[in-house]
């Protein structure tokens, strides 16, 4: 079992304050957040990638970023998955991280094909690459980002073969139920994003700082996925917090050592 700290926290912070946590955590894997609208930050995270001797994985860029509106940008969110492939392969990282959705629901058939054309697309050339495209269940309610409810993302899920990452707080925001996603895709599940919320707010609050029963989440990881990968991802804000993110990670660590 793995325990991955995402840098999306340090997005705006820059990626200073990361230092003494891996310094002080040296089995904590990196998940690489890319921003490569910002050319010191991905400056600064390839090289801590590359000095760093660590498991690491990827999150492809979501800023400006649409998978499901293919006639509106995707030449660019073309080009940045092919910047994540590229980083992927001087680095050795197997995983992306991809969201099909970014933007609010306007046209929901549309886009869930365009999404669904786009991912395979995306996968091919991923495949060729030896990377995977790991499914996020993205969006939530309170954003009308949510392209797929509950049923309809396991279903997706279920048509593809790619593996998938389950944000248990975007489960959470949703009111959707964690243990029927879980055991309905436990064998495709490879990842998770861990962190918690108000059961509405997508605020990527602290494991115990929400409605989320972080407890309960363990249990059913044990019962039905005890080999997936677990990340911590936080909000902006936390980056500048490291005693509280190192409270997370004694506390997961605790849980799974």
Known sequence: ?????STNTYIESGLDPIYTLLENNPDLGIELFANNQNEAYTQQLLTIAKQENRFLTYHEQIFDVEHSELSNNSSY???????????CQDLGIKDIVYHINNAAVHNKEAMMKNASIELEKISQLA????????????????RNNMLLDENEF?????????????????????QWNLEHVISELKDKIKFYHLHNNDGYHDSHQFLHEGTLDIENFFELYFKYTPNAKLTLEYNYEIGLDPAGIQKDIDYVYKKIK
């Open 1 to 5: 079992m793995t325990l991955i700290l």
């Open 77 to 87: 969110s073309l080009e940045q998955i092919l910047i994540a492939l590229s980083h």
């Open 127 to 142: 495949k060729e690459k030896d990377v995977d495209i790991l499914i996020e269940n993205v969006g939530v309610s309170s």
């Open 154 to 174: 396991i279903d997706f899920c279920k048509k593809h073969d790619n593996p998938v990452l389950i944000d248990i707080g975007h489960v959470n925001a949703n």
